[in-house]
């Protein structure tokens, strides 16, 4: 039988999938080397463990009690529209590309909210309005730079932003009505990154924060009519860090989170008449995280990181008396939002036992809603395992005792017989802090490969102390590899733990951490995976992004002093990949801002040329990460494969 012609494209397609879902090849956006076809048998396996989702809140209706959110049912995160605990979850946004953050403008009668979104991972934001009225988007942005931080002042007349638009480096301050775009004006030149934090109650002013570095930030108060910016915080003997804050409903201040005076970041409160801070948090030791103002301003809600665990948080703003908090499940919290109309407070919560999703909690009435309720896969959570914080020592000592690091060890379930095999995951950041909480695709390690997964905080990581941060600063950088020495020391002790295998990841500065760790330990583990990581921190730096480039050089040192450029690739695993024993998996995406794709091209290619064995990802739409779903499908898939290889036989 003869196939009419317009019916071969038809059958092309049908081939090409079922090939496709035979594992006969990757998406067509990813590029694989030495990697072996994903089995069908895998792919089934994994199939439920690939389909779980998260929601995250993105911002209360200005008048009604519902919300958008994000959460994902096609291959990215899109915003949705959400009228009532627990109701359908409508789709406003379908695009190719992930929507990172939407909000509404504050006052009554906007019928449009902004959302913020980029082009295959590659981090330059740009700004969209939605028109509720009839779908409509329109770009406001410059389709160019990068735009981060739109804050709405609180008559929603005005958008405040950031943008590299002068010069591709400095983020000046921008502001813009979105009914009529073209009006926008440059409102101030700045150096630097910088950020808006909230508007005064009669949108005079704009509270703005510079950051030097993590462990260094200042406050700026921005007069919109002069357009003049006054320092609040002038630098003295200590460095300090600001985060979020919010102003008092009478406009003489504002409540801010800050390490000043302190190794942990605390609740303050800030008076401009008297240009003074009062802790208000000083019981508590460590670091407030987020925090948000009922409109009212009578309630202040913020969260702290109790090694670890988020745990919410309620303050009279008037007595500064805190006020018992509702009971939640033990896991993190984020995004704080008061809704304008009625003590209510939406935030995000996560377990182990259940993934992101979007609750409120109405002060009034003690009640606690949840609004949306994402799946797991068609998996019962309950079987999820729960991670163990452990501590253990390391190399060196403080006040002549060993100084004692943190991780979290998740064990497998029952059905697995000890010794583990071991897979040591290492955060980013390196600012960052490994925490417990849903462990979506990891989980199927546990359940379905029995390998025990440890999260360790090594030093320079947050939430132990701003001390603790500066640990790992420019020379001392190798310090965090010896951590890892002492962890794979630790696991020896344990009589449930195989010391014998046990393979070491990362992603971005945890990468180079994975890469780091082999060389250093070749001989003490299985395998290593490399996501987004650095190989060479000169190379690195030169290349990542011009905008991010002086705060890197404040946490690794800055490769133009001769002196620290000869110490930078001393220690780049580039330097050191002869000392590889094992194999490895390197994942990249082709358009990573941050840690740039040659990175990952230039390790492979040399342990290649050394005769050691790479399996090699490269997602050719993607950038510091793998944010749609067909190609982290298929990077997981590799490292289960890779795992199974070379870790558990």
């Not at 009478?250 to 942990?264: A, P």
């Not at 102390?465 to 020391?489: C, H």
Request: glycine residues 8%; neutral net charge; hydrophobic residues 35%.
């Amino acid at each position: 039988m003869k196939l009419p012609r317009q019916w071969w494209g038809a059958l092309l397609a049908i081939l090409l999938t079922v090939s496709w879902m035979a594992g006969q090849q990757p998406p067509s956006s990813i590029v694989a080397e030495g990697v072996p076809a994903v089995p069908e048998e895998l792919r089934a396996r994994m199939n439920q463990y690939m389909n779980m989702r998260a929601a995250v809140f993105a911002d209360w209706h200005p008048s009604e009690r519902s919300m958008l959110i994000l959460t994902r049912f096609g291959d990215t995160m899109q915003v949705h529209s959400v009228q009532a605990p627990g109701a359908y979850r409508q789709q406003l946004t379908f695009f190719p590309d992930r929507v990172l953050d939407a909000s509404f403008p504050r006052a009554v009668g906007k019928n449009y909210f902004v959302f913020g979104m980029d082009t295959g991972g590659a981090e330059f934001y740009q700004f969209y309005k939605f028109d509720l009225r009839d779908g409509g988007v329109k770009l406001l942005t410059d389709g160019k730079s990068r735009n981060t931080g739109l804050l709405f002042n609180h008559r929603g007349t005005l958008g405040a932003y950031m943008s590299t638009r002068r010069n591709g480096r400095d983020n000046d301050l921008y502001l813009i009505d979105p009914e009529n775009p073209s009006a926008e004006k440059r409102a101030l030149d700045l150096k630097g990154t910088w950020a808006p934090l909230d508007w005064s109650p009669d949108d005079s002013h704009l509270l703005l924060l510079e950051e030097i570095s993590i462990n260094e930030t200042y406050l700026h108060l921005f007069d919109v009519a002069s357009g003049r910016a006054e320092l609040l915080t002038p630098a003295g003997s200590e460095k300090v860090a600001y985060g979020n804050a919010r102003w008092s409903k009478d406009g003489k201040g504002f409540f801010v989170i800050t390490d000043r005076g302190s190794e942990f970041q605390r609740l303050n409160y800030y008076d401009l008449g008297s240009k003074a801070f009062t802790s208000l948090t000083e019981n508590i030791p460590w670091d407030v995280e987020d925090l948000d103002l009922a409109p009212d301003g009578r309630i202040l809600a913020f969260t702290v990181n109790a090694d670890g665990v988020s745990e919410l948080h309620l303050l009279d703003a008037r007595t500064r008396r805190e006020l018992p908090p509702p009971r939640l499940p033990k896991g993190q919290i984020s995004n704080l939002k008061f809704r304008l109309r009625g003590l209510e407070l939406a935030f995000n919560l996560n377990s182990a036992k259940s993934p992101s999703d979007v609750y409120s909690y109405a002060l009034d009435s003690r009640k606690v809603e949840r609004w949306t309720f994402s799946e797991t896969g068609g998996l019962n959570p309950e079987t999820f395992q729960e991670a163990d914080l452990i501590h253990f020592p390391t190399f060196d000592q403080v006040a002549s005792k060993p100084r004692v690091l943190a991780a979290f060890v998740t064990r497998p379930p029952a059905k697995f017989k000890p010794p583990y095999p071991v897979v040591i995951d290492i955060h980013g950041g390196p600012e960052g802090q490994s925490r417990p909480g849903f462990q979506g695709r990891y989980d199927y390690f546990m359940n379905e490969m029995g390998i025990a997964l440890i999260e360790p905080n090594v030093r320079g990581s947050t939430g132990y102390g701003k001390s603790f941060t500066k640990l790992d600063n420019g020379y001392l950088r190798e310090d965090t590899v010896k951590d890892i020495g002492a962890l794979l020391d630790w696991v020896a002790t344990q009589p449930d733990l195989d010391a014998k295998r046990i393979a070491v990841m990362g992603g971005s500065y945890g990468g180079y951490m994975s890469l780091s760790t082999i060389t250093h330990y070749s001989e003490r583990l299985r395998c290593g995976i490399d996501i987004v990581g650095i190989s060479n921190f000169v190379t690195f730096l030169e290349s990542t992004q011009e905008y991010r480039r002086d705060l890197r050089r404040v946490e690794y040192g800055d490769e133009r002093d001769p002196k620290m450029r000869e110490f930078l690739l001393s220690i780049s695993p580039l330097t050191n990949v002869d000392k590889i024993r094992v194999p490895m998996l390197v994942a990249a995406g082709q358009n990573d801002p941050r840690v740039p794709v040659t990175e990952s091209q230039q390790v492979v290619k040399t342990v290649r040329s050394n005769g050691g064995q790479v399996w090699y990802v490269l997602a050719k739409d993607e950038g510091h990460g793998f944010a749609k779903k067909p190609n982290a499908d298929y990077v997981w898939h590799a490292i289960a494969m890779f795992l199974d290889q070379f870790l558990l036989r």
